[in-house]
T-cell receptor, first 114, second 116 residues
């Protein structure tokens, strides 16, 4: 069964410090992995995706993620956090069945403190 | 580009009434749209996959007679919550996949439904 896990409910970071939001996955075949961000009472905004190629993927707003096949992880990172990065972050994996639907992790709330 | 809208953004209704939520892709055509439900502080749960011109595909445990989905055109899908009850109160989010693009989904801003 395909699934994605986000082990942390919340991550707290001081502004200017690097941040990491963790994600591990379980898929059959090659994984298609995504990160989305959600601000309060809003839909999801796409940050980045890994399909194939370079393990380090760069995305929107200075975020990047590293695909690690041996650890089945796809952690989201940013070198220097901003207070405006505070939001809910979702990791997702594409289900290889019909219609290529996405399966989302439980979400991690990122709180960046001034 | 790639904007998805939802209408209404917020709706309050009485128990037993039906509510229709629209999902539109404003600047692209979407053969496939998805409907999700999100409870407070929880993840998105896929309810159904909506395909233009054909019947929707519902996820296990989702009542198709309660959550009616119609995808009448390449830019519009509707979700109707029939005979709504308080437990249907939730945040409903749609996404649209541009025709020909398998890896991309654009999400709408969501609709907050409160059933009294």
């Amino acid at each position: 069964a395909q699934s994605v896990a986000q082990p942390e409910d919340q991550v707290n970071v001081a502004e200017g410090n690097p941040l990491t939001v963790k994600c591990t996955y379980s898929v059959s075949g090659n994984p298609y992995l995504f990160w989305y961000v959600q601000y309060p009472n809003r839909g999801l905004q796409f940050l980045l995706k890994y399909i194939t190629g370079d393990n380090l993927v760069k995305g929107s707003y200075g975020f990047e993620a590293e695909f690690n096949k041996s650890q089945t992880s796809f952690h989201l990172k940013k070198p220097s956090a901003l207070v405006s990065d505070s939001a809910l972050y979702f990791c997702a994996v594409r289900f290889s069945g019909g219609y290529n639907k996405l399966i989302f992790g439980a979400g991690t709330r990122l709180a960046v403190h001034p | 580009g790639a904007v998805v809208s939802q209408h209404p953004s917020r709706v309050i209704c009485k128990s037993g009434t039906s509510v229709k939520i629209e999902c539109r892709s404003l600047d692209f055509q979407a053969t496939t749209m998805f409907w999700y439900r999100q409870f407070p502080k929880q993840s998105l749960m896929l309810m159904a996959t909506s395909n233009e011109g054909s019947k929707a595909t519902y996820e296990q445990g989702v009542e198709k007679d309660k959550f009616l989905i119609n995808h009448a055109s390449l830019t519009l899908s509707t979700l109707t919550v029939t005979s709504a009850h308080p437990e249907d109160s939730s945040f409903y989010i749609c996404s649209a996949r541009p025709s020909g693009q398998q890896e991309t989904q654009y999400f709408g801003p969501g609709t907050r439904l409160l059933v009294l």
